[in-house]
């Protein structure tokens, strides 16, 4: 069965540093992965996935994200966080057969001023 | 952009009662899905609907759970009898094809009472 499994429930970063946010999937196929993020009192919002292709992958906002078979993981990045970047960010993985997200547990990030 | 479009917002029911929480995909989308966050907890797949039938459901889609497209536009989920444990944030989401990358809806926060 496919999981999802999110490092860090809560992160909190200085306003222009560097922003990680780790996922690590299970999957017995290849996966199709997924970032999305959620502001408070909103919907899910993609943020980046990754189907097949290039392992680097852009998203909205800045954000980017490295599908790296091997360590079997999905971290998001951005270089540099700004305050309208505070949300919740779920990871979600799905495969070919099934039409479902699996998500993450999600990190909330806390941008400091 | 195009959006998914839920109502109502909030719903406050009594336990046992019947809801229809609505949902208007966007027009050209084929494929929807409905999810479910329990306060505190992760994002829960629920149904997905394709072609006028369920292509998948989970464990938590039981008996009392019904989907229906009603009509061209409207994708709809019944909670025939309310339970305290159905409230939670229950999430529309459409998209062209599988694992294209889902458009979610601002969600209709439940509450059962």
């Known amino acids: 069965a496919q999981s999802v499994t999110q490092l860090g429930s809560h992160v909190s970063v200085s306003e222009g540093a560097l922003v990680l946010l780790r996922c690590n999937y299970s999957?017995?196929?290849?996966?199709?992965l997924f970032w999305y993020v959620q502001y408070p009192n909103q919907g899910l919002q993609l943020l980046l996935k990754y189907t097949t292709g290039a392992t680097l992958v852009k998203g909205i906002n800045g954000f980017e994200a490295e599908f790296k078979k091997s360590e079997t993981s999905f971290h998001l990045t951005k270089p540099s966080a700004h305050m309208s970047d505070a949300a919740e960010y779920f990871c979600?993985?799905?495969?070919?057969?099934?039409?479902?997200?699996?998500f993450g547990s999600g990190t909330r990030l806390l941008v400091r001023p | 952009e195009p959006e998914v479009t839920q109502t109502p917002s909030h719903q406050v029911t009594q336990m046992g009662q019947e809801v229809i929480l609505r949902c208007v995909p966007i027009?050209?989308?084929?494929?929807f899905y409905w999810y479910r966050q329990i306060l505190g907890q992760k994002v829960e797949f629920l149904v997905s609907?394709?072609?006028?039938?369920?292509?998948?459901k989970s464990e938590i889609f039981d008996d009392q759970f019904s989907v229906e497209r009603p009509d061209g536009s409207n994708f709809t989920l019944k909670i025939r009898s309310t339970k305290l444990e159905d409230s939670a944030m229950y999430f529309c989401a459409s998209n062209q094809q599988p694992n294209y990358g889902y458009t979610f809806g601002s969600g209709t926060r439940l509450t059962v009472v």
């Open positions: 999957s017995s196929v290849p996966p199709y």
């Open positions: 027009s050209n989308h084929l494929y």
């Open positions: 979600a993985v799905s495969d070919q057969s099934s039409y479902k997200l699996i």
């Open positions: 609907f394709y072609n006028n039938e369920i292509s998948e």
